[in-house]
Structures are given as structure tokens and as C-alpha cells.
């Protein structure tokens, strides 16, 4: 049954909570390879749900299913060797909330039923809430009020969305389950007014989660404060299936002829939080900190070719892919300098080439792959996003588009080649585990390998997704 793909890590995951330490550790590897088995499975097999009406296996859903799973597995491989490096405290609290973490992203992407949808991502909010405190310092405490609040009010606003949504349906008269296939079947017949006040409310609930600006403030402090396998879970996991409800019900406004109100909304939110990225990374001093930017960025990349729809959705999806594999890698690779270094300050650091050999290779490529450069597969998204914004006559979006991505990459520049080659700030050498570095290589590689070949089920679960937004290609 489909079900079991997400109540098997929340099981495990309240188990971990009463195991030794050791145990715990070993269940967080086991249940991230069967979590992966079983995601495969979905992928080739479609099997059916046992509550129809509330889940179901869409082609979005699959595709941040199989990341997730991928992600969560080589993360939980990092981890080991992380908790034998760093001091965690409550050891237990840590890998039981990273399961369940894992299972309540798993009930997003199979959620079909636009209450189950919210309910899931809400319960993401409260499963990651412990991984941002687990340092127990006041900062970090103060990162997970800021998370859970800010948070929590989004959310509170995508409930009232959805509500809207159900006075949309009797305002038409219509008649369907509140699913968000069936909605998307019937949308043409719903009130279009009470449709687009539902549909603002849910792009600003949900948007506080993705971390679209304004409502992004939450997102820098709990990248940092949280421990590098929960910020890589965090950036390259949580913010997609935040995006998914947001995706869905844009879905929903294409098919009722709305996409000419929703659409300039996208991507005026993706304008604003990737020129808010380019403000603050110009002088970030904490690289976890410019990291979690840098994920404010992509989302307003992913929100702008959503906005722009067709190729640009396409590029959007390609982005959405690429950064979550890139982006755990730099949270995994930047757990390491942290560990070597000691400290979150950019001026702190220095010689990674000759002080962390392994990791500075790992550090530099994501850097390549997240700042757009060829062949990796943001660069491709963003092509596509480009070309789309021009075919659709949106010059003054795109120009800005342009340019800020090119302060942003000034930026990132000047802060990554400080931490690679600058003046080492403490001397000696620090080991580099093989399972410290494996994971962020086999990230990448992922990565690189999609940009050259693409297996054709991937590519037509990427057309069929888009398929409902702009009309193709």
C-alpha cells in the first residue's frame, strides 16, 4: 500500500526516541535504504492508495518523493560520522526527529487532498523544530522560535486559503472531493474571486515556508543555528514540499483560466526574494548564513518559472531537482568546515585546499553548481527560464532576473574563494572520513550525471508535471 512510505520512518521514528544512542543511529541508516527501496518501488509500480480520497501519486509528488529519499538516505550516512564529531545533545531527540522529519515530508508529496496537504506540511513545522534547537544556545533557541512562529502564522494563512477554496466550490455550485485532482478537473465551474483570494492566501502561507520573501526571515537563522545534516534537510527538502502546495494549487488556477492572475504574482514574490538574496549575500559574514541566501534565491528562481509557466515551469522543476541535490551537499560539505575551523565566520577560515583536501573539491563544485555555471543543471533551468521570459514578453522581469543573479554570483565568489584559498586562520590538518565527504560527491555526481543523461520516465514525469501550466512546450 502506498501508505507504508511514510508510516514506516514515523514508526521508527518514535522508536528512536526510547533506543541507545547506537541503536538509534543504525535505525536511521536502515530506515533511510528501506525509505529508498520503497520509493523506487512507488516510482515503478504506482501502487494504489488505501484512502484514495486523501492520497495519491502525482507526477510532482514523485518527483520530490524519490529526492527526498535519496537526500535523507546519504544524509543519514553523513550523520553517523557527524554525531562522532560534534557534541549533540539528547542524542535520541536528534535521530527520532530527523525520522519523523522524514515521514511527514513523505505525507506531502503523496498528498492529494488539499486539507491532508496542510496538515502535512504543518506537521513538518513541529517534526524540525527540535533538529534547530538540538545545540541548545540561546541563539538557537531564538532560531526555533523565529521558525516555528513565523512559520506557523504562513500556515495559519493556508488554512484560511483553503477554506476559501471550499467557498469557491459552493459559490459555483460545484460538487467534488477536495482533492487537488478533482479540482483541478472542476476549477473552470468555481467562483473566480473567492478562487483568487484563496489562491493569495495559500502562495503567502505556503511561501513563508518556501521562504519567499518577505516572509523569508525565518530561514537564515535556522539554517545556521541547526546542525549541517538537519540545515541540508531543511534547505534541500523542506522548502520543496512547501513549493508543492503552492504548485498544486497554481495548477488549479491554470485550469480555471486564472493563470493571468496568478502567474505575474509568482513571479513578482520570485523578484523579491531573489534581489533580497543579492542585498544580503553581498555581506554576509557566515557562510551558513550566505548558504541559506543562496536557497532564498532558488526559490524565487523556482516561484519565477512557475510564474512564467510552460518551458519556464520545465526550467523551474530542473531547478527545483538540482538545487536540493546541490544545496545538501554544500550544508553536508560546510558541516565539515565547521568541524575543522570551529567557527560559522567567513574571516575564520581560510586554506580549505591545503587543510581539507577532500572537502574543499566537494565545496568549490557545489559552489560551481549552485552559482549557475555550466553544465550543471541550474544553469540548464535557468537557460529555460530565461528563453520562457522572453518569449512571453516579460523583458523587465528577466532584466532584473539577469542582473540580480549576477550580484548574487559576486557575492558567493568573493565569500567562497576567501574560505578556499585565503590565509588559514589555525594550522594542522583535520581527517576527512570517507562517509564525511562520500555523501556530498555522490550528490553531486547525481547532479552532474542529469545534465548529460536523462532517463526518459524522469523526463516525461517532468513533462506531465508541468503538462497543467502555460500548455507545454
Known sequence: MLEIVFILPFLTGIAAFFLPRTIGRALLVLTGGAHLILSIMVWIQRPASMLPEYFAVTPEGLLSLLVISLLFFLIAIYTIAYLDASTVHRENVFTGSMLLFLSTMTMVTLSDHIMVMWIAIEATTLASAPLIYTHRSALSLEATWKYVLICSVGIAMALLGSVLVTVAMDAGKVDAPLSFSALTGVAWQMNPTWLKAAFVFILVG?????????MHTWLPDAHSEAPSPASALLSGVLLNCAYLGIFKTNKIMHAAGL????????????????MAAATFILKQTEYKRMLAYSSIENM???AVGTGIGGLGAYGALICLIH???IKSSLFLTSGNILL????????????????MPKTFVAFLSGFAGIAGFPPFGIFIGEILIIIAAFQGGHYIAVGLFILSLCVILAGLSNNILKIAFGQPQTAGQVEEHVSMVLPQYVLLMTSLVLCFWMPDTLYQTLVHAVKGIGGGF
Not at 261 to 266: A, C, G, N
Not at 342 to 351: A, E, K, W
Open 206 to 214: 505556503y511561501g513563508t515556508k518556501m521562504g519567499l520573501a518577505p
Open 259 to 274: 493563470d493571468g492572475f496568478s502567474s505575474p504574482i509568482l513571479i513578482v514574490f520570485g523578484l523579491l526574494s531573489i
Open 300 to 302: 524565487g528562481i523556482i
Open 323 to 325: 538545487h536540493s541535490l
Open 340 to 355: 575543522g575551523f570551529g567557527s560559522r565566520l567567513i574571516n575564520d577560515t581560510g586554506g580549505l585546499v591545503a587543510r
